[in-house]
């Protein structure tokens, strides 16, 4: 089946410093997500990205969908503390159905 | 953005016994819900989709006797974790979308289950 590799598994920063992380796939997707999880809670909805090349901002995030329409990154600018938690990326393919990859545990270090 | 709903937030049961999770969208009407299992420091893994009014479609390896799913009003939709094992604990989270492939899921905010 689909499978996504997302990296990296985790990341150890200084609160300012900017994050870049990403996914990549063996199978085209349609539609990338990025998705933040809270412990104990669900994930949210960061950015959604449809077309292949699209470049999307929400604040000081910012995501691109791939070309190859295989892969996906994201980048958080001047990280604050609560930015800490799990990144996941999603594909969405021609099935509707949602693949998710392994997350990236964002750590700020005082 | 669109509420989705779980309850209960956390239960812990008995083993051998069933569980009820319930999946609610609060300001729109869902016409295709999503049940995920998450283990601990693991990805979200898709178990079954379900449509009102139809019979869920399960992912390859969940038991359908085991995880009964009904979809039965557009806003509401259950799992019954049925002869629950500790193997079964687990956090279940439920997504739900309006309409066409397209729409956003929305995620509920999860079921932490411990099974005793």
Sequence with gaps: ?????????????????????????????NTW????????????????????GELTSNGRLTAQFGITRKDSFLNISASIPSDVGIYF??????????????????HILP | GAVVSQHPSWVICKSGTS???ECRSLDFQATTMFWYRQFPKQSLML???????SKATYEQGVEKDKFLINHASLTLS????????????SFYICSARAGVTTDTQYFGPGTRLTVL
């Excluded at chain 1, 089946?1 to 796939?25: A, H, K, R, W, Y």
């Design chain 2, 19 to 21: 569980v009820k999770i």
């Design chain 1, 1 to 29: 089946g689909q499978q996504l590799n997302q990296s990296p598994q985790s990341m150890f920063i200084q609160e300012g410093e900017d994050v870049s992380m990403n996914c990549t796939s063996s199978s085209i997707f």
């Design chain 2, 47 to 53: 178990m079954a989709t379900s449509n009102e009014g």
């Design chain 1, 33 to 52: 997500l990025w998705y933040k999880q809270d412990p104990g809670e669900g994930p949210v909805l960061l950015i959604a990205l449809y077309k292949a």
């Design chain 1, 89 to 106: 990326c999603a594909g969405q393919g021609a099935d509707d159905k949602i693949i998710f990859g392994k997350g990236t545990r964002l």
């Design chain 2, 78 to 89: 259950t799992l019954t974790v049925t002869s629950a094992h500790p193997e079964d604990s």
